[in-house]
């Protein structure tokens, strides 16, 4: 982890600190890991269980918390009816929490966390799988613009653009194909995080690309689920008013292409 408790304030790692966990709090000595070769570190003592949740820090992680406050890294999320609790990567002043996916995941652990968690949105490391962006870049050309709303597409496949633990999500989910050290600067397409929204339009899967700033922008504003919700349903209701729909494929009129 990146903070632990020193006398009581979240600190991060320097050499020959001890600090408590964060998650376990008590009788956990943890000792700060500041070596040449992982980034700098809280690792417990021994192989204590601590939250089965969290994943292994990258470059990637800290360099996406470190946009955010240090107030909401690694914050504490607990639900009051059961008395789980977990590390959120991220959980802002308002209650969003942001959980930062380097490494495969189960569907159904993606399912927990978001019952767990509710008002939260996923950001994947894009670029983990060689074919990850590649697949992303050939399922892009099969996209339909919506006319309507710059920028948003929907997809009668999504599983061409996007890895399958992903796609029935029901939050967004933000994938990040640029990375730490971008791989190829002039590819715009890795320039915006592209989200897949939760449930579908009339059929459709409905894929925007927002700019890393906005992302940041909406995280501290708590609109993403707001957003994506209303955005789902003015337009099913304009696809609705149509006829639109995936089972007659993509639509060829105004309001899109
Ligand atoms: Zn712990």
């Not at 930062?100 to 927990?112: D, R």
């Not at 730490?180 to 989200?195: G, K």
Request: include cysteine; proline fraction near 6%; charged fraction near 25%.
């Amino acid at each position: 982890m990146k903070f632990a408790l020193v006398n009581g304030v979240k600190t991060e790692a320097q050499p020959g600190l001890k600090g408590i966990c964060l998650y376990c709090e008590k009788d956990r000595d943890m000792i700060a890991k500041c070596g040449k070769v992982k980034i700098w570190h809280w690792a417990h003592k021994s192989n204590v269980s601590c939250d089965p949740w969290w994943e292994n820090e990258r470059e990637w992680h800290r360099a996406w918390k470190n946009r955010f406050p240090v107030e909401w890294q690694e914050n504490r999320h607990v639900d009051s009816t059961t008395g789980e609790k977990h590390i959120a990567d991220i959980k802002t002043a308002a209650g969003l929490v942001i959980e930062f996916q380097h490494s495969a995941i189960q569907p159904a652990e993606v399912q927990s966390r978001e019952a767990f968690y509710k008002n939260m949105v996923w950001v994947i490391d894009g670029t983990r799988l060689k074919g990850d962006f590649p697949s992303f870049c050939k399922g892009f050309r099969e996209l339909s613009p919506l006319k309507i709303m710059p920028g948003v597409f929907l997809s009668l496949s999504p599983n061409k653009c996007f890895p399958a633990s992903w796609l029935n999500s029901s939050v967004p989910i933000y994938f990040d194909f640029q990375g730490v050290n971008p791989i190829n600067q002039t590819d715009r397409l890795r320039d915006p995080l592209w989200c897949l929204f939760p449930g579908r339009a009339e059929g459709f899967a409905v894929v925007a690309g927002v700019p890393r700033e906005d992302f940041i922008k909406f995280s501290a504003q708590n609109t993403h689920l707001l957003f994506a919700r209303e955005m789902l349903s003015n337009i099913s209701q304009v696809f609705r008013e149509k006829g639109i729909s995936a089972s007659r494929g993509y639509p060829k009129v105004a309001p899109c292409r």
